[in-house]
Nanobody, 127 residues
Framework: QVQLVESGGGLVQAGGSLRLSCAAS????????MGWFRQAPGKEREFVAA????????SYADSGKGRFTISRDNAKNTVYLQMNSLKPEDTAVYFC????????????????????WGQGTQVTVSS
């Protein structure tokens, strides 16, 4: 089992920044691709960003390109999402996700099929 705990959400004005953190425990963190997803009220959960197990590749949804940056620190078992130039439409619950690397796991993770989810952290962007 892998436990994922998000933090760093909150209320911010449009144009502001937040950095989300996701602390992992339970298994070898560096064996897992990590991702961020979000879910706004009344909408489906959607992909935001992902980073490979060794950090050498990242992927972003179009909505966050140029504004969001995903990173990881395997020594701290933590993945981050730096969000800049926030917009009201970024308001959502943000979830951390993990999937152990294997054939096809990178695609599965980005298609919202992780092995583990965190409990989520609320991000609210006011206009």
């Amino acid at each position: 089992q892998v436990q994922l705990v998000e933090s760093g959400g909150g209320l911010v004005q449009a144009g502001g920044s937040l950095r989300l953190s996701c602390a992992a425990s339970g298994r070898t963190f560096s064996n897992y691709h990590m991702g961020w997803f979000r879910q706004a009220p009344g909408k489906e959960r959607e992909f935001v960003a992902a980073i490979r197990w060794n950090g050498d590749d990242t992927s972003y949804a179009d909505s966050g390109k140029g504004r969001f940056t995903i990173s990881r620190d395997n020594a701290k078992n933590t993945v981050y999402l730096q969000m800049n130039s926030l917009k009201p439409e970024d308001t959502a619950v943000y979830f951390c996700a993990a999937r152990q690397f294997s054939a096809g796991s990178w695609t599965l993770l980005r298609n919202a099929r992780p092995s583990y989810w965190g409990q989520g952290t609320q991000v609210t962007v006011s206009s």
